[in-house]
């Protein structure tokens, strides 16, 4: 009688030991799908920022068409501005874009190094964004500082423009390099999630 519950015994710690290891088993696979999961939410906020800058475009070339008739400004500079906004959101949307498959059951270690690519591609192009701006300015500056001394009385407008637009370009630039980090931070995020379930496996 003694023998039949020993056996009893070692039967239900057997089984309790095969229940403790299927569960750890399916550990890793519910922490990678969590991940998953996780990386989709993680980026969806800036595929949301992308088709929000589409959706601006318009709106924003027809603020500064109408400036730049306003001002007397040349249609080059606003094909030059036009063509480089342009621009900039296709680049954005080909830097940030990752299919959705390969975040929810692509193979995770080619997924790090996509982020960690497009890391390094949006960071290019924040400093080719930087120089473009930059020669805009310069441009836009000397056709306002040209058109106030062809026109008379218009002087004191075209330096109060220049002085608003070193303002707003000023906090443009600061809200974009807080845009680009929150960016780079997302993508390091996930990077590490990956890296700590490939250690784990």
Known sequence: METDNNMTELEQMREQMNVFKSH?????????????????????????FVWGEIALIPFLLAVM??????????????????????????GDYIINRIPKSQLLSGDLVETSQHLAKMKKQRTQWFIIGLIFILIWFVWFCAELILSSKLASGKETLS???????????????????????????????????????????
């Open 65 to 90: 068409a109408s400036f730049h008739v306003s001002m007397g400004l040349s249609w080059w500079l606003f094909a030059f501005l036009a063509v480089g906004l342009i621009a900039d959101v296709i």
């Open 24 to 48: 750890l088993d399916e550990q890793p696979i519910i922490n990678e799908q969590l991940v998953r999961n996780s990386m989709g939410g993680k980026m969806s906020w800036i595929k949301k």
């Open 159 to 201: 330096y109060f423009v220049i002085g608003a637009a070193v303002v707003g370009g000023i906090i443009g630039l600061i809200i974009a390099w807080l845009i680009f980090r929150k960016m780079q931070k997302t993508n390091n995020q996930i990077i590490e999630q990956i890296n700590q379930i490939s250690k784990e496996d």
